[in-house]
């Protein structure tokens, strides 16, 4: 089989589509004759449909199934009986897309084609090369072809394989989409750093969360509905983002109302002991102040902190769960999108 070029992988209908020709040779003793005695005539090309040809198809078709061979095509029959066919053809056959690593997935698709209606003692397939020719191919700009093979088999009925890898360009794909998710859950954890004062920190979560939506449906339209093998990482990863973009969301809303609260409601104790102890801790470290001289060092440090100093407002609250959501959602984006890169690099 020469391959010409690959005109489209549809990962949604789970079809290749290829253009192609095959390279028949088969011995026919009734086609034999002594060139001398006809004008030193070593070969002929007659019209296909008067000689006996192989009934061949294409056993994984994606459309009706159609024997190979157009019309007025022809064939070229030497002196020894030897016969030559070289039928081409547009083929879309279907293939078990695997989304696993999209957009950095190898496909790998097998074209059988078949002997309709003879059994495995009438026909024997035999390959004179263990690839597919590829010196007429033409590049496609979305799909690299990294590996072909070529196995016959003797079954029922008798069958040869073509085995062809096709290993995706993902750049395209990782400027148009994995950047922008990557920049956008990045984004989506800044809104920690919004004064509450400025009025649009649940604004600004809600639309980051439906910018996420927006490229999960994007995401989606590209890869076919399926969880077979696995479902796809980056499909994963969106759904993560998503859910964390949710959490986000509640937590600027938890944190508004906590900031907006009334000074008629005290500070439970158990937070006036986390701030009072954060307080501490910062000041000890603030002012503690290292006086040194040639011959000796003094340590003066500040005193406890009492009075109006040590009091915990509601708004004091909020910027400290403003603190602890800031930090946790950043250990989640790190950790997700590190696990996604190393189960990428595993599987590639």
Not at 40 to 47: A, G, H, I, R
Not at 226 to 251: E, F, K, Y
Not at 334 to 342: M, N, Q
Request: with cysteine; charged share 15%; proline share 4%.
């Amino acid at each position: 089989m020469d391959i010409l070029n690959l005109n489209e992988i549809n990962a949604v209908d789970g079809t290749v589509t290829i253009s192609v020709y095959f390279t028949l040779q088969w011995e026919d003793i009734n086609m034999k004759w002594t060139p001398s005695r006809y004008n030193n005539t070593e070969s002929v090309v007659l019209p296909a449909d008067q000689v006996w040809k192989p009934s061949l198809i294409n056993a994984n078709t994606a459309k009706e199934f159609s024997l190979f061979g157009i019309k007025d095509l022809y064939v070229i029959i030497h002196n020894s009986g030897t016969v030559t066919w070289q039928p081409g053809h547009q083929l879309e056959f279907s293939c078990n897309i695997d989304t696993t690593y999209f957009p950095f997935d190898t496909q790998k698709c097998t074209l059988e084609v078949i002997s309709w209606g003879y059994n495995m003692g009438d026909i024997s397939f035999t390959s004179t090369n263990s690839y597919i020719n590829t010196l007429q191919y033409v590049e496609n700009s979305e799909w690299k072809l990294t590996f072909t093979s070529v196995a016959s088999e003797d079954g029922l009925p008798p069958n040869t394989k073509f085995l062809m890898h096709f290993q995706r360009r993902p750049l395209y794909l990782i400027i148009n989409l994995i950047f922008p998710v990557i920049l956008l859950a990045l984004l989506n954890i800044t809104v920690f750093l919004l004064p509450q004062d400025s009025g649009e920190r649940v604004g600004f979560a809600i639309t980051l969360l439906l910018s996420i939506v927006v490229f999960l449906t994007i995401a989606q339209g590209l890869l076919p509905a399926t969880a077979q093998p696995r479902l796809s990482g980056i499909c994963i990863v969106l759904i993560l983002n998503m859910v964390m973009s949710g959490m986000i969301t509640v937590s600027v809303i938890v944190s508004g109302w906590i900031y907006y609260k009334s000074e008629y409601y005290d500070v439970p104790n158990w937070m006036k002991k986390i701030k009072h102890f954060k307080l501490y801790r910062r000041r000890i470290n603030k002012n503690q102040i290292h006086v040194q001289t040639v011959q000796s060092e003094t340590t003066i440090d500040n005193p406890p902190i009492d009075g109006e100093e040590s009091k915990v407002t509601w708004q004091m609250v909020a910027k400290y769960y403003d603190r602890i959501s800031l930090i946790f959602y950043v250990i989640c984006f790190i950790c997700g999108h590190v696990f996604y890169a190393i189960d990428v690099v595993k599987g590639g």
